[in-house]
């Protein structure tokens, strides 16, 4: 997220809920700022309009009930009239497998990709333009990206780590046993893959202005 102080230098703010993973703040630059925000709670008073820019990304595990539209109205907030929104999103709707040999059998990736189809709870990320542009964004537009060939692989390894954060999370929950599936599931995938097979997800990277 970011606020343009002058024509050359802008002030760049990270907002999440948990920090634990960024560096330092001795180890940023001078104009990056990290601050502790709920994405599901309104926004800090001093945070309202202040952004020219507001970049978000990978919420698809933890937009509720299928509907972004919460989170959607605490980003409009954020953003002073005519600010831009950039959301980055997983496209599980159109996910695939790919293999070098169309023979090989993937029943573990094919149970990943599957419990991401189930009761199309992830289908919200394709409808991203809609939903905007009914919490009162304007010029709502999607792109859709595919993987390149050269990434395959690495894209794929990305996805099983996802996973295993899943089933981590799982574990904290208590839900041990969902969470073991979950861990087995993964080690196989990762076999299938060394053989020549990939999870492929499409992004979809979704752009809307708030009006004047």
Wanted: proline share 6%; glycine share 4%.
């Amino acid at each position: 997220m970011s606020q343009n102080n002058s024509q050359t230098e802008a002030q760049l703010d990270g907002l999440d809920y948990n920090l634990e993973q960024a560096p330092h703040q001795a180890w940023l630059p001078q104009n990056v700022q990290l601050r502790h925000w709920n994405v599901f709670e309104d926004p800090p008073e001093q945070l309202l309009g202040k952004y020219d820019y507001v970049h978000t990304r990978l919420l698809v595990l933890v937009v509720e009930a299928k509907d972004p539209r919460p989170i959607i109205r605490n980003l409009f907030k954020l953003l002073k009239p005519g600010g831009y929104l950039q959301w980055d999103e997983l496209d599980t709707v159109n996910m695939a497998i790919k293999k070098v040999d169309q023979n090989q059998h993937t029943p573990a990736l094919d149970q990943l990709r599957d419990w991401s189809w189930a009761d199309g709870r992830h289908d919200w990320t394709v409808k991203l333009p809609d939903f905007l542009t009914e919490e009162g964004f304007q010029d709502a537009t999607a792109d859709f990206h595919g993987d390149p060939e050269e990434l395959t692989r690495a894209f794929t390894d990305q996805h099983l780590l996802t996973a295993e954060e899943f089933a981590e999370g799982l574990v904290k929950l208590g839900k041990k046993e969902t969470a073991d599936k979950y861990f087995r599931i993964v080690e196989e995938a990762y076999e299938e893959e060394v053989l020549g097979a990939a999870l492929c997800v499409p992004r979809v990277v979704c752009t809307a202005r708030k009006p004047l």
